[in-house]
């Protein structure tokens, strides 16, 4: 049905601009004289659409689009149909070239390129976006047990509640040291495993305990017997892993885990963005500036602005920027508030902080004292979005696992704002960090700034 439907928005998107390009007509005027066009090379235009369908199907089965993969994401399925039609159009236009049996307009061929990938995109978008929320409803769910009651296996049920378009219903554990647990039964112990995959129906499997090699050799077999899929959390999944590649040596297979990070072509894209909005920001908010500015030299002593040295990327150091919210050396004052911290690790915040001014007070309830970091951002010392940029001295209490959220540049916004800010804890805090790191993408960042707005109107984790 995929491959009849994508053949049928091709056939459309060769046919039309071919058609346009030699008719100056409307829509409703090529309806009704359909066989009196200026059709010029029809068969040789015919022959190139055909070859075009073709290889552009080919591309898309190559990526494997004609499957159902619930864990692809729409953006990351239109980077997929992009990379299918460049290629198919590239192959067209050496074929073109090198064929030289006639003339193929350029514009022609543009359109069409373009018309391929906006058409796919758009149905296949359309059609991704339907069948989540027909999967979040319950339509045609997979049974899922779980190996191990454990930490992991917590996080794990987690994490497969908060996405409901996976289609994962949790059913229950497997557990030899647990006998009840809140919210899902233990279903048995792990020698039990046969006879509860069969009398619950189970569809997948998720083994949390890998450590114990041949215990989950025996089940990964029982499970290939049984007909259900069977996966293994690794034991290295609490390490801040940007991906892993499968490898072997001879008959050995391994696992390679690597940072992927940002380079290249995504930082100039990341980098790009930061430059536009945050000039946009800095021109667009230049009135409310001035107002604040005015507004905190008016009511406390002290300078408009407060500076402090923070961490950036490779901790080089960098002055960081901030309107006043405290009163004037605040911070030879803070020495004598550390039995009030209430926050946990390296980091320094009090709910109700007896240096904070009364417009201080009113603009961290919104945020408005983060605006001077768009210079920041404007000067490229900080990203609109990324981690938080902390002092030298609480990144000398760093742990060795929580240095590499210094591997980018710091960011006014990030995971852990729109999470709660001061209502999670800080390991929780570096994890969401390293995350993101591991995880970025453009579209990642845009839905960070979004969802940043709702977060500071209703002053979530805010004080």
């Not at 289609?167 to 899902?184: A, P």
């Not at 007070?361 to 970091?373: C, K, T």
Request: proline share 4%; charged share 25%; net charge positive.
């Amino acid at each position: 049905m995929y491959i009849l439907i994508d053949a049928v928005f091709v056939g459309v998107s060769t046919y039309l601009p071919y058609i346009f390009r030699y008719n100056r007509l409307s829509l409703p005027q090529l309806l009704k004289i359909g066989s009196s066009l200026n059709l010029p090379a029809l068969s040789s235009y015919s022959l190139i659409f055909l070859f075009w369908g073709i290889m552009t199907v080919l591309f898309l089965a190559n990526y494997r689009l004609y499957g159902t993969n619930r864990e692809l994401s729409i953006l990351g399925e239109t980077q997929l149909i992009f990379k299918s039609t460049f290629f198919s159009s590239l192959i067209i236009g050496v074929v073109i070239f090198l064929s030289k049996t006639f003339i193929f307009s350029r514009i022609v061929f543009g359109e069409v390129s373009i018309s391929i990938f906006v058409t796919l995109s758009l149905w296949r978008g359309i059609k991704r976006h339907t069948v989540r929320k027909l999967v979040a409803a319950g339509y045609n769910n997979l049974n899922v047990l779980i190996v191990g009651a454990g930490k992991v296996g917590k996080n794990l049920t987690k994490e497969i509640n908060e996405h409901p378009y996976l289609g994962l219903k949790m059913v229950g554990y497997l557990d030899d040291f647990k006998e009840k647990d809140d919210g899902y039964d233990i279903l048995g112990k792990i020698k039990d495993f046969e006879a509860v995959v069969r009398q619950k129906f189970i569809d997948e499997v998720f083994i949390t305990i890998p450590s114990e090699r041949r215990l989950v050799s025996n089940l990964v077999t029982k499970g290939r017997g049984l007909g259900v899929s069977v996966r293994v959390v690794p034991d290295l999944y609490e390490l801040a892993i940007g991906g892993i590649r499968a490898h072997s040596i001879g008959f050995l297979p391994l696992l390679e885990y690597y940072d992927r990070g940002i380079h290249g072509a995504d930082l100039f894209a990341k980098r790009a963005t930061d430059i536009c909005l945050s000039g946009l920001g800095l021109l667009l908010l230049s009135p409310l500036f001035l107002i604040l500015a005015i507004i905190i030299k008016l009511t406390s002593k002290g300078p408009v602005f407060y500076l402090s040295e923070r961490c950036g990327k490779n901790k080089q150091v960098f002055n960081f920027y901030k309107f006043r919210s405290m009163l004037k050396d605040a911070d030879k004052m803070r020495d004598g508030l550390q039995d009030k911290n209430e926050m946990d690790g390296p980091v320094f915040k009090i709910r109700n902080d007896p240096r904070v001014t009364r417009i201080g007070r009113f603009m961290r309830r919104f945020s408005l004292d983060e605006l001077p970091q768009l210079w920041n951002v404007f000067k490229g010392d900080m990203s609109l979005v990324g981690p938080r940029p902390p002092i030298p001295d609480e990144v000398g209490e760093y742990e060795d696992w929580q240095l590499k959220r210094l591997n980018i540049k710091p960011g006014i916004t990030c995971l852990w704002q729109i999470q709660g800010r001061s209502e999670i804890s800080f390991k929780e805090w570096m994890r969401l960090d390293l995350w993101y790191i591991d995880n970025w993408s453009l579209w990642l960042d845009l839905k960070i700034l979004f969802k940043t707005i709702p977060t500071v109107i209703t002053r979530k984790g805010a004080y």
